[in-house]
């Protein structure tokens, strides 16, 4: 069977491929930027990839005509304001070019709809099924609340909450009731979708046993983690506030909590789960999801993360627009140093971010992040996704990988912190010596003196950073 996979590179998507692959099916992912596509040689060598973009209706001429089945796993949430129109003109485009294809089945990924009243992401789910429903296909939809697993943006925000506030004062929609499913059962839900005759034309809710409050969720999560929390829901906090609150104390961009502040006023909770009886599903607990994905962060397995979103930053470019540093018009900071041991610099500049830091003055590293935060940018809050391994199109705190080499000892960062301007950091050696670049390209005045008024604390943060990267210096 020969499989369509849209949302490749997206938390559902990198977790689907594999088991496609494993099924024995012909996969063709859809991804906007090939730059951002990792996968082992193993994977690479067994699909093809082609590039498009769903909002452009003229990008979607190379999809394959002899497809069987088409996984439709893309949102906009978070990219704009205006997310939802966007959306249905990615839905229409879609819809248009399968119908071209000898496609049966379209298998889409939408969320819990059995409110009276529905939030803005919610309705742009809905208005998404229905112009899918419009092509010349066979449509099953299937629609999750809270979905649980390791780089899950419900995940990440839960364990963000429950691992930094030993006391909470939250706003009331704490309150309000869901039904959360884990991911391995997601995964399976649509694995067993796939030329399954019985589900074509129609929809499914999916969900686990357990209907719980936010609360609820977040005092089971501290249990499982051994924690003791104390939770109070006050009446005052506005959707502002809330979303606020949401961006300040987790890795969340200020988009997505709005987003998501507005969607957790609503309840999501399943009318029938028929699809568990129809595909032999079993789904676990929510205890059960944490733990399994705990086990997954403890053996440094996560396959996926939602901050790996270039929209979880502040741009939605594609790399290879990024990748070839500028020399005209910018600034630089150049600093050259003797390597006393290769295999331990370059071990470091892999190791770089997240929990381990930046090797010096982590504080003014913090603060700077911090200070990003603060007027709305991504800060030191994404860390990384796994603490060995480095991709392009991975994030790195504040910045996102655009070229990594470990052999050829080049690794290249572009910020997505908030900036009058472009910054790239890259590292490379040239056999004997590591060299550190920090690059600025400024937008007008402001750029300029931004640069000059950084001066001083570049000075002490990069010469410190090398310092440590170039001798063989333990890790702090």
């Known amino acids: 069977m020969k499989i369509l996979l849209t949302g490749a590179t997206g938390y559902i998507g990198k977790r689907l491929l594999p088991v496609l692959i494993e099924n024995g099916y012909q996969v063709i992912c859809c991804v906007r930027d090939r730059g951002k596509f990792n996968l082992e040689e193993s994977v690479k060598n067994r699909i093809e990839i082609i590039e498009n973009d769903l909002t452009k209706r003229e990008t979607l001429n190379n999809i394959p005509k002899d497809i069987d089945v088409a996984y439709y796993l893309v949102h906009s949430m978070s990219v704009s304001r205006n997310y939802d129109k966007l959306e249905k003109i990615s839905a229409i485009n879609f819809r248009e070019a399968i119908n071209t294809t000898d496609a049966k089945q379209v298998i889409y990924l939408s969320g819990i709809v059995n409110s009276k009243t529905l939030s803005k992401h919610l309705k742009s789910r809905k ?144 009318k029938s789960r028929e699809i568990n009886d129809i595909l032999n599903i079993t789904p676990l607990t929510y205890k059960e999801a944490v733990k399994g994905a705990f086990k997954k962060i403890e053996q440094n397995e996560i396959v996926s993360s939602w901050k790996d979103s270039t929209i979880s930053g502040r741009l939605n470019y594609k790399i290879s627009d990024y990748i070839k540093v500028p020399e005209f018009g910018c600034y630089k900071d150049v600093r050259k140093r003797e390597m006393s041991d290769y295999k331990s610099s370059i071990d470091k500049i892999w190791s770089i971010g997240g929990k381990t830091g930046w090797y010096y003055a982590n504080s003014m590293w913090r603060l700077r992040g911090l200070l990003d935060k603060m007027i709305g940018g991504v800060g030191l809050r994404r860390g990384r996704t796994n603490q060995n391994k480095i991709h392009a199109g991975d994030t790195l705190d504040f910045w996102r990988v655009l070229y990594a080499n470990k052999q050829e000892g080049r690794l290249l960062l572009f910020a997505e912190m908030k900036l009058p301007g472009e910054a790239w950091l890259e590292f490379r050696t040239d056999g004997n010596n590591l060299i550190q670049t920090a690059t600025f390209r400024p937008k007008g005045l402001l750029g300029r003196l931004y640069w000059f008024s950084v001066l001083p604390m570049h000075g002490i943060v990069f010469r410190g950073m090398i310092n440590r990267l170039s001798k063989n210096h333990k890790i702090n």
């Open 127 to 270: 208005s998404v099924e229905v112009e899918l429903e419009k092509g010349e296909y066979s449509l099953t939809t299937v629609r999750a609340g809270i979905i649980i697993g390791a780089g899950s943006a419900s995940f990440e925000i839960i364990r963000d909450l429950v691992e930094k506030l030993p006391i909470m004062v939250t706003p009331k929609w704490l309150k309000t009731k869901c039904q959360p499913i884990a991911i391995r059962d997601v995964i399976k839900i649509l694995t067993r979708l796939a030329g399954n005759q019985e589900t074509y034309n129609s929809s499914y809710d999916i969900a686990g046993d357990e209907i719980l409050t936010y609360k609820e969720m977040l005092l089971s999560f501290a249990e499982v983690r051994g924690l003791k929390r104390l939770i109070y829901t006050v009446p005052v906090m506005t959707p502002k506030l809330s979303s606020y609150w949401l961006y300040f104390v987790t890795s969340t961009s200020y988009k997505l909590a709005t987003s998501l502040v507005d969607s957790m006023k609503i309840e999501v909770i399943a």
